[in-house]
Nanobody, 115 residues
Framework: QVQLVESGGGLVQPGGSLRLSCAASGIIFRISTMNWYRQGPGEQRELVAA???????NYADSVKGRFAISRDNAKNTVYLQMNTLKVEDTAVYYC?????????WGQGTQVTVSS
């Protein structure tokens, strides 16, 4: 079955950096578009970044120039490098893939930006 396992969240001060990882199994990773979403307190889940199999990326306006999504097909892993973090980046971050028409989600990893 499809499994997505995130790691790398934590507490960081404003202006700091974190790198999230998501290890995928049960899919043909190299042909899959991989996505990162986040959900802040009292907010709807929103798309943060997407990376297609051909390397095309898409970012939410709020993170452009600060976040970078990348992938390692040999490790079936997608990453989200987050720099210059802001308090408003505080959220649970989820890895997502759509496989055969079904959306799959990881368990989420908490990112807290606070001084």
């Amino acid at each position: 079955q499809v499994q997505l396992v995130e790691s790398g969240g934590g507490l960081v001060q404003p202006g700091g950096s974190l790198r999230l990882s998501c290890a995928a199994s049960g899919i043909i990773f190299r042909i899959s578009t991989m996505n990162w979403y986040r959900q802040g307190p009292g907010e709807q889940r929103e798309l943060v970044a997407a990376l297609t199999s051909s390397g095309h990326t898409n970012y939410a306006d709020s993170v452009k120039g600060r976040f970078a999504i990348s992938r390692d097909n040999a490790k079936n892993t997608v990453y989200l490098q987050m720099n210059t973090l802001k308090v408003e980046d505080t959220a649970v971050y989820y890895c997502n893939v759509r496989w055969w028409g079904t959306d799959y989600w990881g368990q989420g990893t908490q990112v807290t930006v606070s001084s």
